[in-house]
């Protein structure tokens, strides 16, 4: 069954924007944290942006100021606003929750962004 469910991904030219959205399915009991990652060909996968269920956030240095996380607990969603995009942002984004019943967390399938001129 699936868990995590990323939308919003596509092709956009540097310097355009993309909104990411990650649907938990309500078997995720209290997910306390919620991030987003990427994976580039040839790349490890790394951290993003994540956030807790409080609000605090933590960003990746690269996306700082150009990228946005946030949730709605009551819908057990999570988005990413991305703004300025840039070549070295494209990749897979993956989105994965975290909950006291599985703290390693769960995973989504990932959504592929792409930025190119």
């Known amino acids: 069954q699936v868990q995590l469910v990323e939308s919003g991904g596509g092709l956009v030219q540097p310097g355009g924007s993309l909104r990411l959205s990650c649907a938990a399915s309500?078997?995720?009991?209290?997910?306390?944290?919620m991030a987003w990652y990427r994976q580039a060909p040839g790349n490890q996968r790394e951290l993003v942006a994540e956030?807790?269920?409080?609000?605090?956030?933590n960003y990746a240095d690269s996306v700082k100021g150009r990228f946005t996380i946030s949730r709605d607990n009551a819908k057990n969603t999570m988005y990413l606003q991305m703004n300025s995009l840039k070549p070295e942002d494209t990749a897979v984004y993956y989105c994965k929750a975290a909950s006291f019943r599985r703290p390693a967390g769960y995973w989504g399938q990932g959504t592929q962004v792409t930025v190119s001129s």
């Open positions: 956030i807790s269920s409080g609000g605090y956030t």
């Open positions: 309500a078997i995720i009991a209290r997910p306390f944290i």
